[in-house]
């Protein structure tokens, strides 16, 4: 019986120290270098986590700065690394859940289609400020912890490539809302192969037809930064992207319709249904499902 008892007590013993140390290797929180002792406070209060709890990474100004300058706004950057993230990694097939708070200028969407760019697809992402921000530094952030936990580096192309995509999407998200523009995003995303043999000319009059069919105007710069993104995206592989395309759709659909039973389907809440619904559609007829 005693010898039953002392099994059981290591066992159990076992079992305590090892789930801690398994936890700790799925998620990071990833704290802003800039912020005060009580500013930290704030963040981990909006993750919903206790500090100590997690493992916990440090992301500096200049460390954002070399994915984002060139393509963000230096006002947006700003001088002082604000953005904190916590991101949990999760099982195969779970799919993204990003939420944010006092993040001003990036959505969650967009976040959401950035990071599929780069290769991150299931995990739990909490982005936090103790005031608001743009956001767009957070992308930093998580890549950092990814890399942490899992011991393998994201492809550098990539990485710019994702914060070009967020970039692009944030302006055009504040002129035609970040629904419709990581929609259209995502479409060109299912066209790199044509694309690839396409002059930009030939680009810019199927950007003119996808925007047509949201009925939206879109100014030649904005034209301008698509082309520049579809042939920053054709450098990275087609298949993967477009495995994701369909994968973003899931996500969006859930987020979509979250918002629906939040807000109701009236006005502005309807016309974000109306329009990924239709985004849906493209992708299905594109993909002949």
Do not use: H
Not at 45 to 61: K, P, Q, W, Y
Not at 239 to 252: M, P
């Amino acid at each position: 019986m005693k010898k039953f008892v002392s099994i059981l007590l290591v066992g159990i013993l076992l079992f305590a120290f090892s789930v801690p140390a398994y936890a700790a290797t799925q998620s990071r929180a990833v704290i802003a270098a800039d912020l005060t002792e009580e500013q930290i406070e704030q963040v981990y209060s909006a993750f919903g986590v206790r500090r100590g709890s997690v493992i916990e990474l440090r992301v500096t100004n200049q460390e954002e700065r070399q994915y984002l300058e060139g393509y963000v706004d230096p006002a947006l950057i700003g001088s002082r690394a604000i953005s904190s993230v916590y991101v949990e990694l999760l099982p195969s097939g779970s799919g993204m859940d990003v939420t944010t708070s006092n993040i001003t200028w990036c959505t969650p969407e967009m976040y959401m289609s950035a990071l599929a760019t780069v290769g991150i697809t299931d995990a739990r992402i909490i982005v936090a400020a103790p005031f608001g921000v743009s956001g767009t530094a957070a992308l930093t952030g998580v890549y950092k912890a990814y890399e942490d936990m899992t011991g393998r580096k994201l492809d550098d192309l990539a990485k710019l490539i994702s914060t070009q995509e967020l970039t692009i999407t944030g302006d055009l998200a504040s002129q035609i809302g970040s629904m419709d523009s990581t929609a259209i995003v995502n479409e060109l995303k299912l066209m790199l192969d044509e694309t690839r043999t396409m002059t930009d000319e030939q680009i810019r009059q199927t950007i003119l037809s996808i925007a047509g069919e949201y009925s939206i105007q879109l100014s030649e710069k904005q034209i301008s930064q698509l082309i520049a993104l579809c042939r920053s995206l054709e450098q990275l592989d087609t298949n993967t992207l477009r495995y994701n395309v369909e994968y973003v759709q899931g996500t969006l659909n859930k987020l979509s319709t979250a918002r629906t039973e939040k807000s109701g389907s009236s006005g502005t809440a309807g016309e974000v249904i109306e329009s990924i619904g239709s985004f849906f559609d493209r992708i299905g007829r594109f993909l002949g499902l």
